[in-house]
């Protein structure tokens, strides 16, 4: 079956459909975000409050987003340079909900995975794909898109675990290389995985 790709800018999709990347992208990543004990649609509401409140960017993320029907079923998020350097402040309205713990847990691990780029360079924030769908290409389908959006002396980046060989394959089979390993040990901790990889492709 055919799939289109909607590139929209973040800000630009209703709630329910930034709901829907979130979920995807916590029920991909579920590993990373398995130390906090709250339920998929605690973790949504967080997600979506720290980016109404507390993003860093002024530019929105780009979204490429694949669905099936009205289901949010491929996605991969792509952050610019920015210019903005506001102060964060701790959102201690979500602690009193949620409990200072798992609100701490959530801001380290983000900012441990957080990456400014530089200029003429896009940042692959994350490529996710839903369970059911996978093996059917969709992966593919969302890195030659961002690719052809990618202008000539432009680079696409993105942070990977070293461990995770089926998306270190897939990024070397269309062009990524590896430009250096990295050990975040505060994600050892957080995430269970200090080994990532820093890769680039460019036009």
Same mark, same amino acid.
């Given at each position: 079956?055919k799939?289109?790709?909607t590139?929209?800018?973040?800000?630009?999709l209703?709630e329910c459909?930034?709901?829907g990347?979130?979920r995807l992208?916590?029920?991909?990543f +579920?590993a990373?975000?398995?130390?906090n004990r709250l339920?998929?649609?605690?973790k949504v509401d967080?997600?979506?409050?720290l980016?109404?409140?507390?993003?860093?960017?002024k530019k929105s993320p780009?979204?490429y987003?694949v669905?099936d029907q009205?289901?949010?079923?491929?996605? $991969?998020?792509?952050?610019?340079?920015?210019?903005?350097?506001?102060?964060?402040?701790?959102?201690?309205?979500?602690?009193?909900?949620?409990?200072?713990?798992p609100?701490?847990?959530?801001?380290?691990?983000?900012s441990?995975?957080?990456?400014?780029?530089?200029?003429k360079e896009?940042?692959?924030?994350?490529?996710?794909?839903?369970?059911?769908?996978?093996?059917?290409?969709i992966?593919k389908? $969302?890195i030659?898109?961002?690719?052809?959006e990618?202008?000539t002396?432009?680079? $696409?980046?993105?942070?990977v +675990?070293?461990?995770?060989q089926?998306?270190?394959g897939l990024?070397l089979?269309?062009g990524?290389?590896?430009?250096k390993k990295q050990?975040?040990l505060?994600?050892r901790?957080?995430?269970n995985?200090p080994?990532?990889?820093f890769?680039?492709?460019?036009r």
């Amino acid at each position: 079956m055919k799939r289109k790709i909607t590139i929209v800018d973040r800000d630009q999709l209703s709630e329910c459909e930034k709901r829907g990347v979130f979920r995807l992208l916590l029920t991909s990543f +579920s590993a990373k975000f398995a130390s906090n004990r709250l339920t998929l649609k605690e973790k949504v509401d967080i997600l979506l409050y720290l980016e109404q409140h507390y993003a860093s960017q002024k530019k929105s993320p780009v979204d490429y987003i694949v669905k099936d029907q009205d289901e949010i079923i491929g996605v $991969l998020t792509i952050s610019e340079k920015t210019m903005d350097s506001r102060k964060k402040n701790y959102p201690f309205e979500l602690s009193k909900k949620y409990g200072f713990l798992p609100i701490f847990k959530y801001l380290l691990m983000l900012s441990a995975l957080e990456y400014s780029p530089q200029d003429k360079e896009q940042y692959i924030e994350n490529v996710a794909v839903h369970e059911r769908y996978q093996r059917q290409g969709i992966a593919k389908f $969302l890195i030659l898109a961002a690719q052809a959006e990618v202008k000539t002396g432009g680079k $696409l980046s993105l942070i990977v +675990s070293a461990n995770n060989q089926q998306a270190v394959g897939l990024y070397l089979k269309y062009g990524f290389s590896i430009v250096k390993k990295q050990r975040v040990l505060i994600l050892r901790f957080l995430a269970n995985e200090p080994n990532w990889l820093f890769m680039e492709w460019s036009r």
